[in-house]
């Protein structure tokens, strides 16, 4: 049962990560600021590939069920701890 919500959660992630990705990415902003939506997207997909990948090949591998969950967790939590910091330093 936790190996299935584990996967779901995984596949959640899947399509924020690449709902974010596209967003950052074809977001035709202002050439002067494209290097930071290359930046960020660069950021999310490490984030992606240090939470939610590892969860879900732990998941796979039927092993650590519970440390799995918890960085499937990981990725909507840190993604929203990050996109919190940014608001908060805009003027």
Same mark, same amino acid.
């Given at each position: 049962?936790?190996?299935?919500?584990?996967?779901?959660?995984?596949?959640?992630?899947?399509?924020?990560?690449? /709902?974010? /990705?596209?967003?950052?990415?074809?977001?035709?902003?202002?050439?002067?600021?494209?290097? /930071?939506?290359?930046?960020?997207?660069?950021?999310?997909?490490?984030?992606?590939?240090?939470?939610?990948?590892? $969860?879900?090949?732990? $998941?796979?591998?039927?092993?650590?069920?519970?440390?799995?969950?918890?960085?499937?967790?990981?990725?909507?939590?840190?993604?929203?701890?990050?996109?919190?910091?940014?608001?908060?330093?805009?003027?």
């Amino acid at each position: 049962m936790m190996q299935r919500a584990v996967y779901i959660l995984c596949a959640v992630d899947l399509a924020l990560w690449a /709902l974010i /990705l596209a967003a950052l990415l074809l977001s035709g902003s202002d050439p002067a600021t494209a290097g /930071l939506d290359t930046a960020a997207a660069a950021a999310v997909t490490i984030l992606f590939a240090l939470t939610a990948l590892p $969860a879900f090949l732990l $998941a796979r591998a039927r092993r650590a069920l519970n440390l799995s969950l918890g960085l499937a967790l990981a990725f909507p939590g840190a993604f929203t701890l990050l996109l919190i910091g940014v608001a908060v330093s805009l003027p």
